[in-house]
């Protein structure tokens, strides 16, 4: 599959880009959260910054669709990485030399998230334009493949170098690895979908027609939105305050680890396994998301959460490759961009509240009992996508509307 996949050249250059920055996107978020632990001590901190970082890509993202659908989407890629290296190689080189302090980290941490919030619209939908469509399915497979893979290298890295050298050196891998990324998405030569001339809000009018027009896609997105903002705070910032705590950094680092072990693994069964009711039987997976945050509530340790996330990671792979080949082979490719930035600013409008809330909420609660709601939180959100008719009926495996 991958070695047929790779004869076609731009994505063979596109995924090399992809899998290069993410080695260094794997380790930055466990560098820069130990980072935070170290300058400040304080979980409410950490929340903060990392909030600044997901506000700023909410913010963005409706550009971003815009921009990708209207620009040449290599291009795209190409610029918002270059700057996206500039903005980690300031952090740093203020967390080396002793100068960083938590409103330069929230600053600079909006700054790479409005930087993704570019990058992501365009990059998702660039993958139907590098293979032919009936590789599609195999295609968004291989490259959440390669993603897991680059992941798991980045999260095992980082662990060992917090320890050893410190989070500094792991974010200035990670300012390399985009420059690298960059030169990598020079060698992507793809035309642009062909399109009318149209005005900006003329293209976000269109973008939420497409949106709403389909009860299934924005039921899950709303879903989501419960589902990332607990994710968000339960795990990005509870998870590596309550690791500190118990079972250390190295042990955080290995459980996220094994979250993209098993997510490779997830990704070679979707690769060869996929219902024609894909959507319903991946969103039905994403109950499993719960299982982390009680894991991490009542025994807090590398090994239970090893195993947790392993499953997490597993089953969230086939909803993933459930949701990119729905979008894909139901939304036209000259609006797809558009689409994926609705769908990631529901998804993610929620995650710096429940970044900014997690940190409090465990001083006044205790993190145990907020984990715990979460991960109810995540059921009902589920349960409640799970009772619609679209969701339990949309289905795949037809030739792509984008041909």
Known sequence: ????????????????????????????????AFAVLDLTGSAADLGVVVAGRSLATVVVLLAGGVIADRLPRAAVLQGSS??????????????LTGSASVPLLVVLSAVNGALSAVFSPASSALTPQTVPADSLRAANAATRITVNLAMIVGGSVAGGLVVVIGPGWCIGVDAVTFALAAFCYTRVRVPMPAREPSH??????????????????????????????????????????????????AG?????????????AGGFVAARFQPRRALFFGV??????????????????TVAMMVALALTGFTMEQAGVAWDISLQE????????????????????????GQIVAG????????RSVLLVGAVVVVVATVAALCSRSVRTVRTGTPASHA
């Open 200 to 249: 900006v809000v003329a293209d976000l009018r269109e973008g939420w027609a497409e949106f709403t027009g389909r009860t299934w896609l924005w039921v899950i997105v709303a879903q989501f939105l419960f589902v990332n903002a607990v994710n968000a705070g339960g795990i990005q910032v509870l998870g590596p305050a309550i690791a500190d705590a118990t079972f250390g950094r």
């Open 1 to 32: 599959m991958f070695a047929d996949l790779l004869r076609h050249r731009d994505f063979r250059w596109l995924t090399v880009g992809r899998t290069v920055s993410l080695i260094g996107n794997g380790m930055a978020p466990i560098a820069l």
């Open 330 to 353: 139901n939304i036209p490719a000259d609006r797809l961009a558009r689409v994926y930035s609705y769908d990631a600013v529901g998804s993610f409008v929620a995650m710096p509240l």
């Open 82 to 95: 270059i700057a996206a290296g500039i903005t980690q190689a300031l952090v740093a080189s203020l967390v």
């Open 360 to 367: 409090p909420a465990a001083v006044a609660f205790g993190a």
């Open 252 to 264: 955080w680092g290995l459980a996220l680890a094994a979250e993209t072990v098993g997510a490779l």
């Open 284 to 301: 039905s997976l994403v109950l499993l998301e719960a299982v982390p945050l009680v894991t991490l509530a009542v025994a807090p340790g």
